[in-house]
């Protein structure tokens, strides 16, 4: 936390997706650009997934759509938990839809996990994310809990 802010802990994530259409690679929803963004193939059930790298107690996830296709994103699933497997964890939000280039916050009320996960239950699917933010306190710190809500 810097100057009692909560910081975006995907950043020192290892992202990952269930597959990599034309070198869209995980990696760029989280390298704070809004000219690059994540693409998975189309297929069945597309994710996308940070591994946090320790637990956390997270408080909100920022998603932010692309400029174009905004429509792919429409039904995704955010889940926060313990398991690396898209459907062990629990559900934070759902996308319903989200505009062209548009940043949406699901508050997660300080779900406890080391993955946060989006995916696109369905067939026929593509999965694309420009910028994603999990903001949070490493769980069983007290004081960062007692000061971030």
Same mark, same amino acid.
């Given at each position: 936390?810097?100057?009692?802010?909560?910081?975006?802990?995907?950043?020192?994530?290892?992202?990952?997706?269930?597959?990599?259409?034309?070198?869209?690679?995980?990696?760029?929803?989280?390298?704070?650009?809004? #000219?690059?963004?994540?693409?998975?193939?189309?297929?069945?059930?597309?994710?996308?997934?940070?591994?946090?790298?320790?637990?956390?107690?997270?408080?909100?996830?920022? $998603?932010?759509?692309?400029?174009?296709?905004?429509?792919?994103?429409?039904?995704?699933?955010?889940?926060?938990?313990?398991?690396?497997?898209?459907?062990?964890?629990?559900?934070?939000?759902? &996308?319903?839809?989200?505009?062209?280039?548009?940043?949406?916050?699901?508050?997660?009320?300080?779900?406890?996990?080391?993955?946060?996960?989006?995916? &696109?239950?369905?067939?026929?699917? &593509?999965?694309?994310?420009?910028?994603?933010?999990?903001?949070?306190? $490493?769980?069983? #710190?007290?004081?960062?809990?007692?000061?971030?809500?």
């Amino acid at each position: 936390m810097a100057n009692g802010q909560e910081e975006n802990v995907a950043l020192v994530g290892q992202t990952s997706q269930s597959s990599t259409y034309a070198g869209s690679v995980p990696e760029y929803a989280i390298d704070g650009s809004l #000219n690059s963004w994540t693409h998975t193939n189309e297929e069945t059930d597309p994710w996308w997934r940070v591994d946090l790298l320790k637990v956390y107690n997270v408080n909100r996830v920022t $998603i932010t759509n692309r400029q174009t296709f905004a429509w792919r994103l429409d039904g995704a699933v955010i889940r926060i938990g313990f398991f690396p497997d898209v459907y062990s964890n629990t559900v934070c939000g759902v &996308i319903s839809t989200l505009a062209d280039g548009a940043t949406a916050t699901f508050s997660c009320g300080g779900m406890e996990g080391r993955y946060m996960v989006v995916h &696109i239950p369905g067939d026929g699917k &593509i999965l694309s994310l420009t910028e994603v933010g999990v903001y949070g306190t $490493i769980a069983g #710190n007290s004081l960062l809990k007692s000061t971030t809500f």
